[in-house]
């Protein structure tokens, strides 16, 4: 009891010297004043030399408010955001803790909700399969500072399944058209469409997003342009504006499924954000990387791949969903994703693997050529060859072209970047009809004439429109489709094949009638080629 009272005792004389120090502080002699001298110091005054003094020369008085002081009003003084020093409990918590965006309500979005509340395992499985992208998708948002609720739009794009391809065309787990993604630099070509990859597609999309953000200056306008395109909301707005109504997205006039689009996003966010409220139940993903980005130095086979991985070939094919073939090319994919652990171990056996990395290689078709020299030329069976490029029967494949063949002699090199990148394949119909004309001869009719020429009579009374028993004029002169080859019968040397100079013939996607199918009565276009 008496050391606590000395302790307070030392504490009270403590405070009177620093009044008294302060106070002396503050008084300087005027003599002193006079002669520019400072004011003394003494040892414990130094002790305090981080105070503020006041300086009492003439001239330099004190500023002191003219006005009665008023109390601070509410609200008033400004704060500073305070981050939580609790890191989140999983990837959902993360996501709340970023939503940045104005929420929307009304019918529509109460609708929206009902419907994914009432389909709790759809959601769940659609949630579940966000586990192997979503923490890549928010790490991208908080990095470009966008609201975190953009990392739910997928689930209203494509449920997050980055194979998804819509009725437009539109692709991956962002859904771009083919035009939108190559604006936003995504690859697509013969061997990969970059709108399926994973890294690529969520920067082009967070691009895209933040490009329509800086239009618009309003995230809801920046989504109906994502999902309607930039130029119909740039009409819609300013139709309203010269009107002179209100340009919001709830203002404007739009499709059902633009209109509907937000509602949709603003749902799934309501669920996350309080999912017990809503009867549903998100899986569980924590809140770290769930896959690793490997290099690739060499062109490599996707089976190979995988099971330097250990992964199944599926579950491969989920993370690295662009390759459309058997094989990856590194000059034109020059990183695949792996689960965490398994790049690890794909880089551990990548080191001891004995043997070639990719059994096939891409390579150009100098001239068009029939399937079946091709394959001779590689030595493969035809069909084998067809199968792995998607080649219908009786299709040649035109000059210029890219197939996938077996690597032997000089195509051992891996495949070079402009080749990974623009490889197209261009096909037309090997058999064509040539359109020619032949001569009745005397008491010729329609079916004898066919018979002569060899031809259906069927047919040769359709081209020329005539009945299939009708009597014919000597003299008279008949259309006729003959079926031939668009390789000429004048051989020529290409590369140890015999060819011959095509003729001009339709595409593979509009081949030209065969016996089966007769053509309508011709024209003169007939004969020309379409532009």
């Known amino acids: 009891m008496t050391l606590s ?46 105070l503020p003094r006041v300086d009492s020369r003439p001239g330099l008085s004190p500023l002191l408010p003219s006005d009665a002081l008023q109390p601070i009003e509410v609200g008033s003084t400004y704060s500073l955001n305070v981050t939580s020093l609790t890191p989140p409990s999983d990837i959902w918590d993360r996501i709340r803790r970023g939503f940045a965006m104005p929420d929307l309500e009304g019918d529509l979005v109460r609708d929206r909700t009902q419907w994914y ?21 928010v790490e991208e948002l908080e990095r470009r500072g966008m609201p975190t609720e953009l990392a739910l739009l997928p689930f209203v794009e494509s449920a997050f399944n980055p194979q998804a391809v819509s009725s437009a065309k539109a692709a991956g787990m962002w859904q771009f058209m083919p035009a939108t993604g190559k604006d936003f630099d995504l690859k697509q070509n013969l061997f990969r469409d970059d709108r399926r990859d994973v890294l690529a597609s969520t920067r082009a999309a967070l691009d895209y997003l933040q490009m329509l953000h800086g239009m618009f200056n309003d995230w ?32 404007l006039t739009m499709p059902m499924e633009t209109r509907l689009y937000v509602p949709k996003l603003q ?60 094989v990856i090319f590194s000059a034109g994919t020059p990183n695949i994703l792996l689960p965490w652990n398994n790049a690890i171990t794909f880089k551990r056996n990548l080191q001891f693997h004995i043997g070639p990395l990719a059994t096939l290689t891409a390579w150009a078709v100098p001239s068009s050529m029939r399937t079946a020299d091709i394959a001779r030329r590689f030595d493969m069976p035809e069909s084998d060859l067809r199968s792995l490029n998607k080649i219908p029967p009786g299709m040649l494949v035109k000059a210029g072209s890219t197939l996938l063949v077996p690597r032997m002699g000089h195509t051992q090199a891996d495949v070079p970047e402009h080749v990974a990148d623009h490889a197209q394949l261009a096909l037309q119909a090997e058999m064509v009809l040539r359109r020619s004309t032949v001569t009745a001869k005397k008491g010729e009719t329609v079916q004898a004439l066919a018979k002569r020429v060899r031809h259906d009579a069927a047919d040769l009374a359709k081209w020329n429109k005539l009945s299939a028993t009708a009597a014919l004029k000597a003299g008279q002169a008949l259309i006729v489709f ?15 094949v015999k060819h011959v100079a095509p003729k001009p013939s339709r595409t593979a996607a509009s081949p030209q009638p065969s016996r089966k199918q007769a053509p309508t009565a011709p024209s003169k276009a007939t004969a020309k080629p379409k532009k």
Request: proline share 5%; glycine share 6%.
């Open 5 to 50: 009272r000395s302790i307070a005792r030392g504490i009270w004389s403590a405070v009177a010297a620093i009044s008294v120090l302060l106070t002396g502080c503050a008084t300087v002699n005027p003599s002193e004043q006079a002669k520019g001298a400072e004011a003394p110091s003494s040892s414990t005054g130094s002790l305090f030399s981080f």
């Open 117 to 137: 509340s009432s389909r709790p395992d759809s959601l769940f499985h659609m949630a579940e399969r966000s586990r192997k992208y979503l923490f890549h998708v």
């Open 220 to 251: 809801h306008l920046a989504l109906a342009a994502y999902n309607w395109g930039q130029g119909s909301v740039k009409k819609a707005v300013e139709r309203n504006q010269k009107k002179g109504l209100l340009a919001g997205y709830e203002d």
């Open 267 to 326: 749902a799934i966010k309501n669920i996350v954000a309080n999912p017990a409220a809503h009867s549903a139940r998100l899986p569980l993903i924590e809140n770290h990387p769930f896959f690793d980005t490997v290099t690739l130095e060499r062109d490599i086979d996707v089976a190979l791949a995988a099971r330097l991985a250990e992964i199944d070939e599926n579950d491969f094919r989920l993370l690295n969903p662009s390759s459309r073939g058997t």
């Open 482 to 496: 003959t079926e031939v080859s668009v390789l000429a019968s004048a051989p020529r040397k290409d590369n140890g």
